[in-house]
């Protein structure tokens, strides 16, 4: 693997290891640390919020979880009431496990709720415009892991300052490291592979940094209303809501997204981790993202691997050719190594 041959194993043996998983994203991230950790003799257990495909994801990846809490809905207050509920019911789980380190993606309720216990904690996260997220995350949190990209001045007012632990390139180098496409996913929504494909992601509607309507999206749709498109939806109400305009391939459930996105002609998403997975792995991809644009994509626009997309009529798809070109994959456990470093402090 590339820029991975380095990386140290820890020099504790047997840690009890906590990870905390609230959106779907965060199983992908986490699934190959998790799996690193246990090889390497310590003792993981999961927790996961029933969110978009969080639990279905932890399923089809066989991620061993224990579910605890749901989202409560877009609204702040509703956030608010959400996060305290659900931290209190993960205090009353973790009592009595006698965690070493906690850790998670962006996820605030086991921030607070390691707190509590006066458990070390580390998270990580690589979009540092999520004011109110990260005000909370980043000063509970003993390290805080980021990409390289994002300058260390913009992460210290949110208490970052001595805490960073910063990793080289894209957080889907690493947990794509040990990934090869599978063509079972095209059969399984009933693609026609000599036909061009794209793959559509919804606008993170719920999300606090992303609160308003994208007309572009639904312009988007419009345009590739006569193309073989697939949608992938975030929520119930948004999966019912696309599959009611006709045309489109919408999953009922979570299927193998990475493959497809290897396999596709275009990708075309408002939010980021697919936007970087697609780059990672080497198909072309237009962000329509509105919200304040985070260093990791300023960087990847700059260098022309992500293309910002303003007009429906930028959108032209054509068969490409797959030539398998060399992929840039990193050891995860440079990411563990650094998520545990937290017990360290």
């Known amino acids: 693997m590339r820029g991975g041959g380095g990386t140290r194993r820890p020099r504790y043996l047997n840690v009890r290891v906590w990870v905390d998983l609230t959106n779907s994203p965060h199983v992908l991230v986490m699934r190959p640390l998790i799996d690193a950790m246990r090889e390497d003799g310590h003792e993981v257990q999961v927790t996961a919020r029933d969110f978009a495909q969080t639990l279905e994801l932890c399923e089809r990846l066989g991620v061993e979880h224990t579910e605890i809490g749901r989202h409560r809905g877009g609204r702040l207050a509703s956030k608010g009431v959400g996060q305290v509920s659900r931290s209190a019911a993960l205090t009353r789980w973790a009592r009595p496990r006698g965690f070493h ?3 998670g993606h962006a996820s605030n309720d086991v921030m607070v709720a390691a707190a509590l216990l006066r458990i ?6 690589d979009y540092e415009w999520a004011t109110a997220q990260h005000n909370v995350n980043c000063r509970l949190a003993r390290a805080v892991v980021v990409p390289e990209a994002i300058p ?8 970052a300052r001595g805490k960073l632990r910063r990793y080289a390139g894209l957080k889907e180098e690493y947990y794509l490291a ?3 496409p599978e063509r079972a996913v095209l059969a399984e929504l009933g693609l026609d592979e000599s036909r061009p494909i794209v793959v559509v992601r919804t606008p993170p509607e719920v999300s606090l940094y992303h609160r308003f309507e994208n007309p572009l999206f639904r ?14 939806p975030r929520t119930p109400a948004q999966r019912e809501e696309i599959a009611a305009l006709g045309g489109f391939t919408v999953p009922a459930r979570a299927v193998d997204a990475q493959s497809l996105i290897a396999f596709a002609d275009l990708v075309i998403s408002a939010g980021g981790t697919m936007n970087r997975e697609a780059v990672a792995l080497g198909t072309p991809v237009f962000t329509t993202f509105e919200g304040r644009l985070g260093a990791v994509d300023e960087a990847l626009l ?3 691997r992500l293309r910002k997309l303003e007009r429906p009529e930028q959108v032209k798809v054509e068969k490409r050719r797959i030539n398998g070109r060399e992929r840039i994959k990193r050891d995860p456990r440079e990411l563990v190594r650094l998520l545990l470093s937290a017990r360290e402090i």
């Open 101 to 103: 380190v906690a850790m």
């Open 178 to 180: 040990d990934f090869e």
């Open 302 to 304: 700059r260098e022309g």
């Open 152 to 159: 260390p001045a913009r992460l210290d007012r949110y208490g």
């Open 120 to 125: 070390p904690s580390a998270t990580a996260f």
């Open 219 to 232: 312009q988007v749709l419009e345009r590739l209303n006569d193309i073989q498109a697939v949608v992938l």
